[in-house]
């Protein structure tokens, strides 16, 4: 009941209740999700990132990074590579890569979407993903750094699906936190899986994770950063 009155009234970002009531039959009816808001919440929990204490620390004292040892075969040091990563996210080709990836996730894990709108969801999805590549590719001054961030994208977006899904659904806030920890595998499996179009263990996820993000969010991950 959404319309049984005030004390049900919804005010999350979805203005539905339910993940279960979430649906749509393509791009052209799929709600507007709100990816930015927290791809930019995702990125603060990033390791080396601007939401590390350990990075504004250092920064604070020398101003460089040249303390912390590069990731191997990097010239560029892992907060630069996340001040990369940080820049092409903020695309509205990052945007549109999220919003299909969103859809595809909910359809995998819920199954609350017909098949052709997962066809046509995948069909966004490379469009949008092959514009985001571009994007990457401008920014990244080394095929290692390209590397990187293109390992890292499905797991950040991972992130930022599962806070959207926290914060979205009242009815399933519960649930999603109980869960929290398989949700966020089962997340990153399908991410994965739609970006790179093969499977991955869900030990690989939760290591992925681990070199990723700092530990407040590894532990927390229901949490805004």
């Not at 101003?63 to 509205?92: C, H, I, N, W």
């Amino acid at each position: 009941g959404e319309k049984a009155g005030d004390k049900n009234a919804v005010t999350t970002w979805s203005g539905i209740a339910s993940v279960w009531d979430f649906k749509a039959t393509g791009p052209k009816d799929g709600k507007a999700v709100p990816f930015k808001l927290y791809l930019e919440e995702a990125v603060l929990g990033l390791r080396h990132g601007i939401g590390d204490p350990k990075q504004r620390s250092k920064q604070k004292d020398s101003g460089s990074d040249e303390d912390r040892p590069p990731s191997r075969g990097l010239k560029s040091g892992p907060a630069q590579l996340v001040d990369m990563l940080r820049s092409v996210l903020q695309t509205e080709a990052a945007y549109s890569t999220g919003t299909a990836l969103f859809w595809l996730v909910l359809g995998a894990i819920f199954e609350t979407l017909p098949a052709m709108a997962i066809d046509e969801f995948r069909d966004m999805l490379g469009h949008s993903w092959h514009s985001f590549c571009l994007e990457v590719d401008s920014i990244a001054t080394e095929n290692e750094a390209r590397d990187w961030m293109l390992a890292a994208v499905p797991f950040v977006y991972a992130q930022g699906m599962y806070r959207m899904l926290v914060d979205g659904f009242d009815e399933d806030r519960k649930y999603f936190l109980t869960h929290g920890k398989n949700f966020m595998d089962k997340i990153g499996l399908v991410m994965h899986f739609e970006i790179n179009g093969f499977q991955i263990n869900v030990e690989t996820v939760r290591q992925a994770r681990r070199k990723l993000f700092l530990a407040r969010v590894i532990s927390s991950p229901h949490s805004n950063q």
